[in-house]
C-alpha cells in the first residue's frame, strides 16, 4: 500500500510505515485542492499537517484512500463528516504537542512583560536601551486561559509554578488544576487578566470568537496571545488595540491566511507593531513533539490499516484491537441501524466458523465490528454483507 506525507513530517512516521511495508511517498511542502486531488489515487494513507485541506472533492478523488493522519492536533483541516460517510478513518495526536505549546505560551507572557522582542530589536540596531519603563514581573499577576483543555490544565500547572495566578473560562464545566479558579463568563474573565491566552479548537462555531467587542473588555495594558487557531481572531482589531495602548502587547502562533509553503511570503496587519511577537505557526514545533507526533500517528494509522483499530479515531467509531493471534479478522463498517449485528451473528452461524472476539462501537450514523474467527471466512459469506445496504466497506485479513 502507498502512503503520501506531506508538510515536513518528522521521518520516523516513514520509517515506521516502511517497517510495516508501505510503499511511502514524502513531499516537504503542502498541496492545494487540486494538486492533491492529481496525486491520490493509489494513495491508501494520507499524512497531512495543518495547510492541506481534505475537502469533499478530495475525498471523492480518493478512491484507494483508507485513511487520513492529521500529524498535529487540530483536525479542522479535514471534512471529517464526509470522510466518515466514505469510511476513511481520521487520526490526529491530541496530546504529543502539549508541552511545546505550553512552554512558548510562557516564553511569549515573560518576553512581552519584559519587553524582549523590543529590547533585542534596538541592540541589533545598536541603540543601548537600559529602561526599565513598561517592563515588569509576571509574578501575582493573573492569567486568563480560554479553553481548558489538555493545553490549557497545562498551562495552568505551569503558570502557578512561576507565580502566576490563574483563572480560566471554558464552556463546559472543568475540574480545576491546583489553585486555578473557573470564571462563569468570558466577559468575567477578560475584565480581570493581565494577560489572556487562548487554547480553543477550531470547531465551527468558534470562528470570529474574538473581535473588537473583546478587546475591548480587556484590562488596559493587558496582554494577548493566540496560539490555538488563527480563524478565532480578528488580527485587524488586534491591530487597533495596540496602536491605540489600550493592549501592552501581543503575541500570535497563528493566522487566519498562513503561506503555504516554507519561505513563501507572509503578510498580516501585526507586522512591524511594537511588542508583537509573530511566529510562524511554530507551538508545537519542537523536535521532541515533532518525533512523538510522527510515532504516536504513523502508529495509529498501521494499526487501523492492518489491523483494523480504531482506538482515538476522530470520525469513526472506536474500537480497540483485540490481543489474539492465528485467528481471522473481519472489520465491517455499517450504517447504524438495528439488526446489523444479528445479521452477521446470522452469516457466521450458518457458515460455521468459531467466533473468537467480537467488538462492536456504534458513532453518530456508523457501526463498527471487529470479528475474529478460527477459520478464515467464505467469499461467499463476505460477499453476502458486501450486497448489504447498510454496509459502508469490509475488510478480512489473518492476523
Request: with cysteine.
Amino acid at each position: 500500500m502507498k502512503v503520501l506525507l506531506l508538510e515536513n513530517i518528522h521521518p520516523v512516521a516513514a520509517e515506521a510505515f516502511r517497517r510495516a511495508g508501505f510503499e511511502v511517498d514524502v513531499r516537504t511542502g503542502s498541496l492545494s485542492e487540486d494538486e492533491l486531488i492529481d496525486q491520490l489515487p493509489g494513495v491508501a494513507v494520507l499524512g497531512i499537517r495543518s495547510n492541506t485541506k481534505v475537502t469533499p472533492r478530495v475525498l471523492e478523488a480518493g478512491k484507494d484512500l483508507l485513511a487520513v493522519g492529521c500529524f498535529c492536533i487540530g483536525t479542522n483541516q479535514v471534512d471529517l463528516v464526509d470522510a466518515a460517510a466514505r469510511g476513511v478513518a481520521v487520526f490526529n495526536a491530541p496530546f504529543s504537542n502539549t508541552r511545546s505549546v505550553v512552554e512558548l505560551v510562557l516564553g511569549e507572557i515573560i518576553s512581552l512583560a519584559r519587553r524582549l522582542g523590543e529590547k533585542t530589536q534596538r541592540m541589533h540596531e545598536g541603540v543601548w536601551d537600559k529602561s526599565a519603563k513598561g517592563s515588569h514581573e509576571i509574578r501575582g499577576r493573573t492569567l486568563g486561559i480560554v479553553g481548558y483543555g489538555n493545553i490549557g490544565t497545562q498551562l495552568s500547572n505551569v503558570a502557578e509554578a512561576v507565580g502566576l495566578r490563574v483563572i480560566f473560562y471554558d464552556t463546559a464545566d472543568r475540574l480545576a488544576h491546583g489553585n486555578a479558579r473557573q470564571v462563569g463568563t468570558l466577559d468575567e474573565l477578560l475584565a480581570e487578566a493581565d494577560v489572556v491566552s487562548l487554547h480553543v479548537d477550531g470547531r465551527p462555531g468558534n470562528a470570529g470568537l474574538f473581535g473588537a467587542e473583546q478587546f475591548a473588555k480587556m484590562k488596559p495594558r493587558a496582554m494577548f496571545i493566540n496560539a490555538s487557531r488563527g480563524m478565532v481572531v480578528d488580527d485587524a482589531a488586534l491591530r487597533d488595540n495596540i496602536l491605540s495602548g489600550h493592549l501592552a502587547g501581543a503575541a500570535i502562533d497563528v493566522f487566519p491566511i498562513e503561506p503555504k509553503a516554507q519561505g513563501d511570503s507572509f503578510e498580516s496587519p501585526l507586522r512591524g507593531l511594537d511588542n508583537v511577537i509573530l511566529t510562524p505557526h511554530v507551538g508545537g514545533s519542537t523536535q521532541e513533539a515533532q518525533e512523538e507526533i510522527g510515532h504516536f500517528v504513523a502508529n495509529k494509522l498501521v494499526g487501523f490499516v492492518t489491523a483494523g483499530g480504531t482506538a482515538l479515531s476522530v470520525n469513526l467509531p472506536e474500537v480497540a484491537v483485540p490481543q489474539v493471534q492465528g485467528a481471522f479478522r473481519m472489520g465491517y463498517l455499517h450504517t447504524n441501524v438495528p439488526g446489523v449485528l444479528a445479521d452477521i451473528n446470522r452469516m457466521l452461524a450458518e457458515t460455521g466458523v468459531n467466533v473468537v472476539g467480537q467488538s462492536l462501537s456504534t458513532r453518530d450514523g456508523h457501526g463498527y465490528v471487529l470479528v475474529d474467527t478460527d477459520t478464515v471466512l467464505s467469499e461467499s459469506a463476505l460477499s453476502e454483507l458486501r450486497r448489504s445496504p447498510h454496509t459502508v466497506w469490509l475488510r478480512s485479513w489473518p492476523v
